[in-house]
């Protein structure tokens, strides 16, 4: 799978690049990313990538032609707006989606990570200033995407974040894949196809869920024990402290995941009793 990213700082996302998974996922040739400087898509002496606001206001905005030149450099247009969609035209055509970084797009999510993940090329167009000139979204973008509900000086790190979550979940790249299903906002268990294999689950499936706690040696820390659980040896016990561990953790933390998260009988009994001594607390 390939990233394009479009941004006047190609420089933010070599450290990026040169360390951990996605290092080896590069190296392995799993991944691959494009990273194009907006400035080499000018043509003047300035190499001027912004321009003031259309009825004024704060701030610069990026200008549509640097973007689009980069985009047409990669073989991309307009979106074609045909009144009959011809159901011939996609097809052998790579799984592509451009995308704005932008405070006002649709929040990325777990979800969404694993829809890109299984496209041939992501391409991440990187705001500054006060944003992109609108009619780059109109005319080349898929989505607006947003990394979460505040404002950052710039799409470099919301790329960074897309990248990276998207990643990890392309086949090989995570050395055991059953890793990104067991983690929070992880699959359900009826979705993963990857057991009966005999060997104990670190924990079922997180199914819409947030991760449980984790604890390594040693079994003491600054007075503070390991959950005693966890030290017996009985997976059994272990699945079902880490089940309650992640919906309390869900429940204190994310209470809007619940709703959607894949929950069994047993589970919603837990959820019951985990909630049952704050509701008779209350006036
Ligand atoms: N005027 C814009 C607004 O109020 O929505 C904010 C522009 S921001 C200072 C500059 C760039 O940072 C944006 O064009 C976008 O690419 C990026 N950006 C800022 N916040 C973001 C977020 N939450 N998610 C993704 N990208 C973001």
Redesign the pocket.
Known sequence: MRFEIVTIFPGFFSSFFENGILRRALGEGLVEVGVHDLRAFTHDRHRTVDDRPFGGGE?MV?KPQPIAEALASLGIEPLKRAAVPDPEASKDVPRSRVI??????RP?TQALARELASLDRVVL????????DERINELYCDME???????????????A?VIDATMRLIPGVLGNEASSEFESFGIADGQIVSQADGVPRSQHGAGGLLDYPHYTRPAEFAGLRAPEVLLNGDHLQIRRWRREQQLRKTLANRPDLIQYAALSDEDRKLLDAIRKPSQTGSP
């Open positions: 701030g990026l704005l970084l932008s405070a006002q797009g990325f167009i990187c705001g500054r200033y006060e944003g992109v995407l947003s990394i979460g509900d505040y404002v950052l000086s710039g799409g470099e790190l919301a790329a974040v």
